[in-house]
């Protein structure tokens, strides 16, 4: 089992930035994909971002150009730099675990979000 533990939400000024952790422990995330996903007040869940195992990654078109994922093997750990923060990002994030692409076996609780203008 995998357990994954999100971090670093918060409330921030529009156009702010903020960087989530999500760090593993049980197993080494070395290995598997790792999906952002965030869930907005009376939204569905929305897929944000996804690092490969070897780091290639990619973004939602809401995000691209200002959300950057990466993962330090080293440390167990998957990062969400997120700048140029909206009001539309307010949401409760969410990081997760693949061991085949889309097939998200591991979510954390969550870190809130919170975006002011």
């Known amino acids: 089992q995998m357990k994954l533990v999100e971090s670093g939400g918060g409330l921030v000024q529009a156009g702010g930035s903020l960087r989530l952790s999500c760090t593993a422990s049980?197993?080494?995330?070395?290995?598997?994909?790792m999906g952002w996903f965030r869930r907005a007040p009376g939204k569905e869940r929305e897929f944000v971002g996804i690092i490969w195992p070897g780091g290639r990654t990619s973004y939602a078109d809401s995000v691209k150009g200002r959300f950057t994922i990466s993962r330090d093997n080293a440390k167990n750990t998957v990062y969400l730099q997120m700048n140029g923060l909206k009001d539309e990002d307010t949401a409760l994030y969410y990081c997760?675990?693949?061991?085949?692409?889309?097939?998200?076996?591991?979510w954390g609780q969550g870190t809130q979000v919170t975006v002011s203008s």
């Open positions: 997760a675990a693949a061991q085949t692409m889309g097939n998200y076996q591991y």
């Open positions: 049980g197993r080494t995330l070395s290995s598997y994909y």
